[in-house]
């Protein structure tokens, strides 16, 4: 016992070291952000997210001047309100942004922190399944982190995450929401996971999606063993009934977070807070632009503009430049196909992924990387958290090397290219773009991927309990 004590303080030391140093290493770099020039790479930030465009808006509403005026802001005015006022230099010797770029270091840590909270309850539960199925193993004493801290530390030193945040670039923000969704949900804290999706989908709209896992989350409980399972069990035991046997059966199935049975009073709870939280965000934000046009005029400017793709500046993306080459009289047409292609998906991995919510929401955090209007490495800094959480899992996933050597030089070339289209004049848009199509095949292949290495991980966990002798047979 004591050495078992020794090794998770000494895992718990470990742990707490690997994040201290990101955090200060992130703090360092925002002190530099004039020399990294980071804010104004398209690959950090878009005009969804960059905060200079959000300190533009912040000094139109102080000029009483409607901060939708022009084409600079498009985000929501909750954030103009929190953040716009940090923009402002206070401190003369002070690099501008320095509050707002230690808010987003603290939105760093809060996920992090979150994804570990996130990945303890789904061990827990993975773990009380496969109790319930006679298919836990002896835990054997291992040097390995758990799930969650992997998923933590992978966020916390993730490339893509620290650029975001030292690139002043509001995606911290919305990456923070969408985790406190999920986690929400997780742990059954209805108003939590409400407040979390509401503001996750006003801030970016593409979160709207996550209702499905959110509800699934809500209704069944954390990730674990396929359903059907528990059904054969029950069959199995059905054979011979048990007194004694039918009630640790129910004992387990109660303390266990993935019922068989789907619980409509937490999704009921769910509607009820989502819409009184959106009832309140609305009003709030109808308060904040009464004198400028009001609902209709935030609808027409954020939701209406990421719709619509007005503004074509190069981003990580593909939709910029195909609605750049695109003919006006075709364009309606292809944002119906972009934007419907999403909703496609949702419903053939949802039935197919229905006992694996928290992965359900990182293949829906990839897709909408891949085919948002104004995606950013922020997005992949967020899916990719998520999928850290399902290291166990994912440990058989193929073409992993080739992937992580994808990512690696997409990040490298992404700049190099830019910088030979728009600052040396000997490339042209083709080189950046083909980046951009590089990047997005990598996305794919990884969720196509991830996908398969989890059912897979699903067969092999049906193999093994079918393979298992049944209780009281020899």
Known sequence: MEEGEDKSKKKQCRFWSWVIIPVIFRLILIYFPKN??????????????SLRRLAEGYWLKQSSISPYAGSMYHGSPLLLSVLGPLTVKRIEGQPSHLLCSLVFVIADIFSAMLLRAIGLNLQKAHSQGLKLLGLLKP???????????????????????????????????????????????CTRLVPLAAFGWVMATHLSLYPAVLII?????????????????????????????????CDQQHRLLNQTNLPVIFSWRPVMHFILWASAWSAYVLVLCDISLQQYGGLAEMFKRTYGFILTIEDLSPNVGVLW???????????SFFLIVFHVNILFMIFPLATRLNHRPCFLAFAYMAITSVLKSYPSVGDSALYLGLLALFVNELADMQFSFFLFCGYVGV???????????????????????????????????????????????DRMLRKRYIGKPQEGKS
């Not at 430049?321 to 364009?331: G, K, S, T």
């Not at 004049?425 to 951009?436: D, E, L, S, W």
Request: proline share 8%.
């Open 411 to 457: 990040s490298l070339l992404s700049p190099l290219m830019h910088n030979l289209w728009i600052w040396r004049g000997t490339g042209n848009a083709n080189f950046y773009f083909a980046t951009a199509i590089a990047y997005a095949c990598f996305q794919i292949v990884l969720v196509v991927e991830s996908v398969s290495a989890m059912l897979n991980c």
């Open 321 to 331: 430049y195909f609605f750049a080459e695109v003919f006006d009289f075709f364009r």
């Open 139 to 185: 835990s054997n004493t291992s040097e390995i982190l758990p799930p969650g801290d992997i998923a933590a530390l992978v966020y916390l030193w993730n490339p893509f995450t620290v650029v975001s945040c030292v690139g002043m670039s509001t995606s911290p923000v919305e990456n923070l929401v969408v985790i406190l969704s999920v986690y929400g949900a």
């Open 213 to 245: 896992p959110v509800i699934i989350l809500l209704g069944y409980g954390p990730d674990g063993p396929p359903r059907k399972l528990f059904l054969q069990r029950q069959g199995k035991n059905g054979d011979n009934p048990s007194t004694e046997v």
């Open 36 to 49: 990294l020039n980071l804010a104004s790479r398209p690959e950090v930030s878009t005009p969804l997210t």
